[in-house]
């Protein structure tokens, strides 16, 4: 069983900022992957960001350029650093990992932040 733990979520103004962090209780091997997934009310969880522990990164097409998604191997820390926040991106954000980066499904979930922005 893989515990995730994040933080960092809160209420920000349009235009701001906000970064995301999760700590895994595993080490992350290069078949994982990681990342962030988020749901807003009414609608289904939709794939935000994943990256593997050699770099490869991937985006939803709604977010690509205004967030970006690292990893921290010493700290064993997924970020994920959002700018350019829009009213749209209020969601409850969850960090998943990957036991296989190929899989189509996470197999762990966070607890979720809750992310708001304002307009």
């Known amino acids: 069983q893989v515990q995730l733990v994040e933080s960092g979520g809160g209420l920000v103004q349009a235009g701001g900022s906000l970064r995301l962090s999760c700590a895994p209780s595993?080490?992350?091997?290069?078949?994982?992957?990681m990342g962030w997934y988020r749901q807003a009310p009414g609608k289904e969880r939709e794939l935000v960001a994943t990256?593997?522990?050699?770099?490869?990164?991937n985006y939803a097409d709604s977010v690509r350029g205004r967030f970006t998604i690292s990893m921290d191997n010493a700290k064993n820390t997924v970020y994920l650093q959002m700018n350019s926040l829009k009213p749209e991106d209020t969601a409850v954000y969850y960090c998943?990992?990957?036991?296989?980066?190929?899989?189509?499904?996470?197999?762990?979930w966070g607890q979720g932040t809750q992310v708001t922005v304002s307009s």
């Open positions: 595993v080490s992350v091997f290069s078949i994982n992957a």
């Open positions: 998943i990992h990957k036991k296989y980066y190929w899989n189509s499904s996470p197999d762990y």
């Open positions: 990256i593997r522990s050699g770099g490869s990164t």
